[in-house]
Nanobody, 110 residues
């Protein structure tokens, strides 16, 4: 199993970015691939529409076996390395996830 993220970059507050997570050896259609953010000095934090105030949404392209994270109205506190991983136990607890990708850096300046 391999998960590869892409799409990060340096943006200004209020900008948008779309990240991609392409999987091999595991089907995106299973619905158990999730996004997390690793901020400096912190553990991975699950990223979702709910805990982003609706600014972040996920979508998938099953033909390309790719999960997307659309991030709108970015804030400096959104800065970090965004990684995807497999939540095989459907726990939504990032400490139990598997097959972490290398991540893609997102830097938001004010």
């Amino acid at each position: 199993v391999q998960l590869v993220e892409s799409g990060g970059g340096e943006v200004h507050a209020g900008d948008s970015l779309q990240l991609s997570c392409t999987a091999s050896g595991l089907s995106i259609a299973n619905g158990n691939i999730r996004w997390a953010r690793k901020a400096p000095g912190k553990g991975p934090e699950y990223v979702s529409s709910a805990n982003s105030g609706g600014r972040f949404t996920t979508s998938r392209d099953t033909a390309k076996n790719t999960l997307f994270l659309e991030m709108n109205n970015l804030r400096p506190e959104d800065t970090g390395v965004y990684v995807c991983a497999a939540d095989l136990n459907l726990s939504y607890n990032s400490s139990t996830w598997h097959y972490w990708g290398q991540g893609t850096q997102v830097t938001v300046s004010s």
